[in-house]
């Protein structure tokens, strides 16, 4: 199979990270026997250096003209703690995300038993936590009309949802729970909010042609602490895009690290894949990133081609590595291993090189002595 892949490094820890995606993909390609033509491109803080504009042209066009986008990250401090800037390297992802059409994105989130010990959580909670968050991506408060008034003292953001919206992405939330354990759980504000009710009542419609899915409904800030405090009762979440960006960022503590959730944004056509964390300028350059999330969706790129062995093989080396302890800084801050020694091993694993092949004498040597 030949591919066209665009990619975006983006900032701060994006470059690195994507670059043990590619590593994993080209893995990948030797041993399928597949071909994946990739294409650079820029967007965020790097493209605002460069050109002014957090989402060149070029970049657009390219994105739409090849088979998927592989992002890194986007953001830099210097626009985050300057609240008069009006260019945002953010605008990129958001308008790229408009322009792709890509109005859902897919968030798988679980728990591994092996890293349970690290976690700010007690493992009996941890176990057997599996996740489909399901985000709408492009419309909701991200996109509404945003004003300030000219004495700067009144601001406003404007929530806008229509029905068709809300109808595609729920068929799609609908689709993964009949496939995985059959339920779906829409998270909302309906007691507020004028979308949220629509949303309800939308959601209300399309379930009853899903009789064998069973719906529940609840309120964003009770599913804030039930996330937490009974994760197993969620199997699919259907969920607006502020709330979903808010979520899921909050589920990531199940995971280990935010580093490690990979996400797809798919639509009509059109699909990108970029691990959920963001840029982490703190840590850019230093090695010290988690790629799993890049790599995770660089699986799940595989799954969009229909690769499903390839992702399959992917999912299990990045698997074995978290199993056998060779995890990144965010996850053991003590005993760790470099991002570029993550992604050599699970190329390696793909390859088929036996663990004892992995570059022992590197690992060792880069291992923490922090003890
Ligand atoms: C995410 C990010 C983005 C979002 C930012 C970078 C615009 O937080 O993908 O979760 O809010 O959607
Ligand atoms: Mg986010």
Same mark, same amino acid.
């Given at each position: ?5 665009? #990619?975006? %490094?983006?900032?701060? !820890?994006?470059?690195?990270? *994507?670059?043990?995606? /590619?590593?994993?993909?080209?893995? $990948?390609?030797? #041993? ?19 050109? @002014? ?19 890194? +990250?986007?953001?830099?401090?210097? %626009? ?21 059409? &890509? ?29 489909? !968050? ?6 909701? $408060? ?12 009144? =601001? ?17 939330? %609908?689709?993964? =729970? ?8 829409? /998270?909302?504000?309906?007691?507020? &909010? ?32 039930? &996330? ?15 709330? @979903? ?23 009509? @056509?059109? +699909?990108? %894949?970029?691990? /959920? ?16 999330? =890049? ?20 999912? &299990? +080396? ?12 965010? /996850? ?6 470099? *991002?570029? *020694? ?8 793909? #390859? ?20």
């Amino acid at each position: 199979m030949e591919k066209k892949i665009s #990619v975006i %490094f983006g900032d701060g !820890i994006g470059p690195e990270v *994507t670059k043990q995606a /590619i590593k994993v993909l080209d893995a $990948i390609a030797r #041993v399928y026997n597949h071909r994946f033509r990739y294409e650079y491109l820029s967007m965020g803080a790097e493209a605002i250096a460069k050109t @002014g504009d957090p989402l060149p042209e070029a970049t657009i066009e390219a994105c739409l003209a090849s088979d998927a986008t592989l992002v890194g +990250a986007v953001g830099h401090p210097r %626009f985050d703690n300057n609240p008069l800037t009006t260019v945002r390297p953010e605008q990129g992802l958001l308008r790229l995300r408009k322009a792709m059409g &890509l109005y859902a994105n897919i968030r798988p989130v679980k728990s591994y038993t092996s890293l349970a010990h690290l976690s700010a959580l007690k493992p009996a909670q941890l176990e057997g936590v599996d996740i489909m !968050i399901i985000r709408e991506l492009t419309g909701g $408060i991200y996109f509404g009309q945003k004003t300030l008034s000219d004495d700067g003292n009144r =601001a406003t953001d404007e929530c806008i949802y229509n029905r068709e919206e809300i109808e595609r992405v729920a068929h799609l939330a %609908f689709q993964y =729970a009949k496939q995985r354990r059959g339920k779906l759980t829409m /998270i909302d504000k309906a007691n507020v &909010l004028e979308t949220s009710r629509l949303w309800r009542k939308t959601v209300q419609e399309i379930a009853t042609q899903y009789r064998e899915v069973m719906v529940d409904y609840m309120f964003v800030d009770n599913a804030a602490t039930k &996330l937490i405090l009974q994760p197993r009762q969620f199997d699919v979440v259907l969920i607006e895009n502020m709330f @979903g960006d808010i979520l899921s960022a909050e589920a990531s503590v199940f995971g280990g690290s935010i580093g490690m959730l990979p996400s797809a944004a798919i639509g009509e @056509g059109h +699909a990108l %894949f970029e691990p /959920i964390h963001g840029a982490y300028p703190q840590a850019a350059g230093k090695d010290i990133a988690n790629p799993l999330g =890049a790599i995770l969706s660089a699986a799940m790129l595989l799954d969009h081609f229909n690769l499903k062995d390839e992702a399959g093989k992917v999912r &299990l +080396a990045v698997e074995w590595t978290i199993h056998n302890g060779f995890v990144t800084k965010d /996850i053991d801050p003590v005993n760790f291993y470099f *991002t570029t *020694t993550i992604g050599d091993m699970i190329a390696d694993l793909i #390859v088929d090189k036996s663990p004892s092949e992995l570059h022992e004498d590197n690992i060792q040597l880069r291992k923490s002595t922090i003890i």
